[in-house]
C-alpha cells in the first residue's frame, strides 16, 4: 500500500461529519511538525483550523482544504459503511475518499517527498485546513484569511484541493468560481373568493410578466473563463391550499449564479428595475454567499498545468463551473489561487469513491508542481 493511500484511508476512517474534524488535523499536525513545519490551530464554535508554515521566505505557496465531510445519508444505501475505508473494483469507497481526504493525504506525501529531495528549496510551503467547508463556512476558512491578512502574512500562490477532474485524473482545473447570490421575493396581492377576481389581486397573475423577463433577459455574456450569469427560481409559493381561494401573497427563492463581468450591486439594481417597472407590491431580501473570483493563466496555473502534463501526458482545461468553494475567500488575500484533485462524479454521492489508480498521481501532481515553483 502507498503512503498516501494509507494516510487516505486513515482520514476517511475518522467520521468527520461538518462542522466536526475528529482529529483529522491532530493527525495530520503529527506528521507535519517533524518536517519543520510550525502549526497553529485555531478553533471558531465548532470549527477546528489549522495553519501549518515551514520556512519564512517567499514566495508562499499554501495547500487549502477541508477535513469535514458531508453527511452519508441513509445508511442502508451504502454498500459498505461510510468510514470504513472499503475496495471494490479497484476504487476505494468511503465518505470524503473524492471530497477531499485523498486530496489531503496527497498533499501530505507530496510536500514529505519535496523536502526530502529538496530541502534547500526556495520560498515556503503552508497548509490551510478547516472543518467549515462543507457547512456554513461562517467560523473556517474565512476568519483564518482575516487572521493572516491582519497579521500581515503574504500568501503568493494557493492550491486547493478539491475534487476538479470530469473524467480522468487532471482533466480538468479550476481557476475561477462564480459568485452565488439569493434572493426571497415575496410579491403582495389581495386574497379573495376566486369567484370575484374583481375584488381581490392575483399575485401569481401580476408578477409572471416579471418573472418572464428575469428569465429572459441577458445579465451579461461569456467570455474566455466564464458562462454567462444565470438567473434561476429554485422555490415557488403561492396559495393557502385550497382551489377556491386568491392567495394573497406569492414567494419565489431565486438565485443567480455571477461571474467577474457583473457585480452584486448592478445585478440587485437591474432586478428592482424589472421588478418596479410591472408595478409590483414587493420585498425583496437579499444574500450573498460567495463572490466570484479569477486566477488568469500565469505562473501557477502554468506550473499545474506542466505538472499535470508530465505526469499523465494529458492537456488541462482551465475551468470556472461548479458550485463555490473556500477559494473564493482566499483569493482576497493570495493572488493566484487554483484548485486542483481527482474527479467529481461521485462527490457528496451514496458509495462516494475515488478510484485507486488515480491517487499516486495526483500526490505526483502536487510534488511536481512544488519543483516547478520552488526549485
Known amino acids: ?20 474534524d475528529n482529529g ?17 490551530t485555531v478553533e471558531s464554535g465548532n470549527v477546528t483550523n489549522l495553519w501549518a508554515r515551514r520556512g519564512t521566505a517567499q514566495p508562499l505557496l499554501v495547500f487549502a482544504g477541508h477535513t469535514d465531510v458531508v453527511p452519508t445519508g441513509p445508511l442502508d444505501q451504502w454498500t459498505s459503511d461510510p468510514f470504513t475505508p472499503t475496495h471494490r473494483d479497484g476504487k ?10 485523498t486530496s489531503i493525504a496527497a498533499m501530505v506525501v507530496a510536500v514529505e517527498e519535496f523536502l526530502a529531495a529538496h530541502a534547500n528549496h526556495a520560498g515556503s510551503i503552508a497548509f490551510l485546513l478547516t472543518s467549515d467547508e462543507e457547512g456554513p463556512a461562517i467560523d473556517g476558512t474565512v476568519i483564518m484569511c482575516d487572521m493572516l491578512k491582519a497579521r500581515g502574512e503574504q500568501l503568493d500562490y494557493c492550491i486547493v484541493g478539491e475534487p476538479t477532474s470530469a473524467n480522468e485524473m487532471g482533466d480538468m ?17 389581495v386574497q379573495g ?5 374583481q375584488l381581490a389581486r392575483n399575485p401569481i397573475h401580476v408578477a409572471a410578466p416579471a418573472l418572464a423577463e428575469l428569465v429572459a433577459e441577458q445579465w451579461d455574456e461569456a467570455n474566455e473563463y466564464y458562462l454567462p450569469t444565470s438567473w434561476q427560481i429554485s422555490n415557488i409559493h403561492g396559495g393557502t391550499g385550497a382551489s377556491n381561494v386568491i392567495p394573497g401573497e406569492l414567494v419565489i427563492d431565486f438565485n443567480f449564479r455571477f461571474s467577474t463581468a457583473s457585480t452584486v450591486e448592478d445585478l440587485q439594481d437591474r432586478v428592482h428595475v424589472i421588478l418596479n417597472r410591472h ?32 505526469e499523465t ?8 463551473t461548479g458550485g463555490t468553494s473556500d477559494g473564493r475567500f482566499i483569493a482576497r488575500i493570495c493572488p493566484q489561487v487554483i484548485e486542483v484533485g481527482p474527479p467529481n462524479g461521485s462527490i457528496h454521492k451514496i458509495d462516494e469513491h475515488i478510484e485507486v489508480r488515480y491517487i499516486d498521481p495526483l500526490k505526483n501532481i502536487y510534488r511536481r508542481t512544488l519543483e516547478n515553483l520552488l526549485t
Open 24 to 40: 483529522c488535523q491532530s493527525h495530520l499536525i503529527g506528521l507535519l511538525e517533524p518536517l519543520g513545519f510550525v502549526c497553529e
Open 92 to 101: 476505494l469507497f468511503g465518505r470524503g475518499a473524492a471530497d477531499m481526504k
Open 173 to 189: 482545473i479550476k481557476n475561477g468560481r462564480r459568485g452565488s447570490m439569493s434572493g426571497k421575493l415575496v410579491v403582495k396581492g
Open 279 to 310: 408595478g409590483l407590491e414587493y420585498t425583496l431580501k437579499w444574500t450573498i454567499s460567495g463572490l466570484p473570483f479569477l486566477t488568469p493563466r500565469g505562473t501557477l496555473s502554468d506550473a499545474i498545468c506542466a505538472a499535470i502534463k508530465s
Open 1 to 20: 500500500m502507498s503512503k498516501t493511500l494509507a494516510l487516505a484511508e486513515h482520514l476517511i476512517a475518522l467520521s468527520s461529519v461538518t462542522p466536526q
Open 313 to 320: 501526458g494529458l492537456d488541462t482545461e482551465l475551468s470556472t
Open 193 to 197: 373568493h376566486i369567484a370575484y377576481p
